[in-house]
Structures are given as C-alpha cells and as structure tokens.
C-alpha cells in the first residue's frame, strides 16, 4: 500500500512526468511481449526502445494535454457529455492522432518522411478501423469513472495489449513491402 500511495502523491504532484515513465514503460514492455509471443530468436532492444520512446514523448504528453481539453466539454446530461467527449476523442482526434503515431514510429525506425507518410498511408486504415472495436468502450469507462490524472495511466494499461498489436502490424519484415527502401537495419546482408 505505501507504493501506491507514493504513486498517487507523485501523480497528484508531477501527473505529467509520471504518466511520461509509466506510459514508456507499458508500450516498451507490450512490444517485448510481442517480440517474446512471436518468437524471435533474439531481443530487439533497439525496437523495444522506438516503441518505449514513442509512447513518452509522442503518446503521453499529447494525451495529458488533450484529455484537460476534452474536460472542457460540458453537458447538463452526464451520459450526453461522457459520449460527446468520446466521440470528439474517438472521431476528430484519433484519426489524426493514428497517422501522427505511425509516421513518428517510421522516422524512428529511420525512415525517411516521405517513406515514413507512405508506410503510414499503408497502415493506417487497419489501425484505424482495428481501434474502434477497442477504444471507445475503454473512453466510456475513462470518462466515466477514471479521474483525469489517472486517464493516460488507463489508456497505458490497456495500451500493453493494443501495443502488442500494434508492434506485431507494423513490424512486419520492411523488405515485404517493395516499393519502400527499408533503413539499414532491415536489409539482409
């Protein structure tokens, strides 16, 4: 109990920083577990580390930011505004949101830009439409009954697992796709 407490106190304190480490940590580890679930003969830790950084600076602090935005929406009916603020979330915000995760996950996979917009231009559709069936339940429990600084912290939690998917969908050999020059570290010797 006093390690949840300390966490709680830290979130209450610092509710961006934590959701910083917390959420770099979830996607690093959800992308471990797709590396271990799969099979490969050894750790990509170079990987593991794109997908960790992806989630600190690109996911969390966004989130932070948005999630007091969607505060901002008021309604006098509680269950009208708890589905006006998933559906801004999950239909002005995602789609954008998707696309701006996938080309960041490219350029740091060492992607150019423009190779990093066609890779996401491939992805993206399955990554969109696969969300749907996932995260609007989760933002109906989220803006239901999670307090705002424990949102992210959420949406990490249940990341482990969309991040796995996401780590096995868009880690698929780059030589597949021939119309896209793979970065270095994809090319067979």
Request: aromatic content about 16%; hydrophobic content about 45%.
């Amino acid at each position: 109990m006093n390690l949840l407490r300390t966490f709680n106190a830290t979130l209450a304190r610092r509710p961006l920083a934590t959701q910083v480490i917390v959420s770099g940590a979830v996607c690093g580890a959800g992308d471990a577990f797709t590396q271990y679930l799969t099979g490969q003969k050894s750790w990509d830790y170079k990987r593991t580390a794109r997908f960790t950084c992806l989630a600190a600076v690109f996911i969390a602090p966004p989130l932070n930011v948005w999630f007091r935005v969607l505060e901002r929406v008021r309604h006098s009916n509680r269950h009208a505004q708890v589905f006006s603020r998933m559906s801004i979330d999950q239909f002005m915000f995602s789609p954008f949101f998707n696309a701006i995760i996938l080309v960041n996950l490219r350029l740091l996979e060492g992607f150019s830009f423009s190779k990093s917009v066609d890779k996401m231009k491939n992805d993206w559709y399955d990554v969109y439409t696969s969300s749907l069936r996932l995260w609007p339940a989760v933002q109906l429990i989220n803006f239901y009954f999670v307090p705002l600084n424990y949102r992210v912290i959420l949406i990490q939690v249940v990341a482990f697992f969309w991040n796995s998917w996401l780590s096995f969908k868009t880690q698929t050999p780059a030589l597949e796709d021939p119309t896209i020059e793979a970065p270095a570290q994809y090319k067979e010797d």
